[in-house]
Antibody, heavy 123, light 112 residues
Framework: QVQLVQSGGEVKRPGASVKVSCKAS????????LNWVRQAAGQGLEWMGW????????GYAEKFQGRVSITRITSITTAYMELSSLRTDDTAVYYC????????????????WGQGTLVIVSS | DIVMTQSPDSLAVSLGERATINCKSS????????????LAWYQQKPGQPPRLLIY???TRDSGVPDRFSGSESGTDFTLTISSLQAEDVAVYYC?????????FGQGTKVEI
């Protein structure tokens, strides 16, 4: 079955970086887009960015421009989201989510989602 | 950014009764290219990731019970659970995928 399995939780100091992985299985990795969405405790969902795994094209929410990088290694069907210059308000659960392929600045619904990775930023 | 506003923030419904969740977009999410509203609904249970219920405003995803339905009227969208079951207790989110960035409503908590 289609599955996205994310790496485990992390605890980071303010100013550090975190890199979360998302291993895809059960489908052709390059046939779908991959998105990253975060959710602070008790809060709503916030889209961070997107990647086309077939060519590595990416797009990021303006809020995270310059701090986020989404990459992939197609041979192991794994995508990565790296967030730098962490602040305490970056503490959240980070999700990867698959979407039908659409194109630049084009989006569809997210299905399925990874199980989530809790990133805690604390001094 | 397109702002999605859900109402109510929470509601309590008896088992077997109807639950109605509203979502309003700050601007159109209707695509002229396919004449479809770019609107999805998700269910999120505690400690779990969101689960897709509906896309194109009214198309149920595979495996979603038919007690879940979506409707649309201009920039107003509704998710209806026709007969609430205990397993439907969750937070529900709408999401527009018409504009960049994709944006979500703040969520509606459904309780028994």
């Amino acid at each position: 079955q289609v599955q996205l399995v994310q790496s485990g939780g992390e605890v980071k100091r303010p100013g550090a970086s975190v890199k979360v992985s998302c291993k895809a299985s059960g489908y052709s990795f390059t046939d779908y887009d991959l998105n990253w969405v975060r959710q602070a405790a008790g809060q709503g969902l916030e889209w961070m960015g997107w990647m086309n795994p077939s060519n590595g094209e990416t797009g990021y929410a303006e809020k995270f421009q310059g701090r986020v990088s989404i990459t992939r290694i197609t041979s192991i069907t794994t995508a990565y989201m790296e967030l730098s210059s962490l602040r305490t308000d970056d503490t959240a659960v980070y999700y990867c989510a698959r979407a039908p392929k659409c194109g630049t600045r084009c989006h569809y619904w997210f299905d399925p989602w990874g199980q989530g990775t809790l990133v805690i930023v604390s001094s | 950014d397109i702002v999605m506003t859900q109402s109510p923030d929470s509601l309590a419904v008896s088992l077997g009764e109807r639950a109605t969740i509203n979502c309003k977009s700050s601007q159109t999410v209707l695509s002229v290219s396919n004449n479809k509203n770019h609107l999805a609904w998700y269910q999120q249970k505690p400690g779990q990731p969101p689960r897709l219920l509906i896309y194109w405003a009214s198309t149920r995803d595979s495996g979603v019970p038919d007690r879940f339905s979506g409707s649309e009227s201009g920039t107003d969208f509704t998710l209806t659970i026709s007969s609430l079951q205990a397993e439907d207790v969750a937070v529900y989110y709408c999401q527009q995928y018409y504009g960049t960035p994709p944006t979500f409503g703040q969520g509606t908590k459904v309780e028994i």
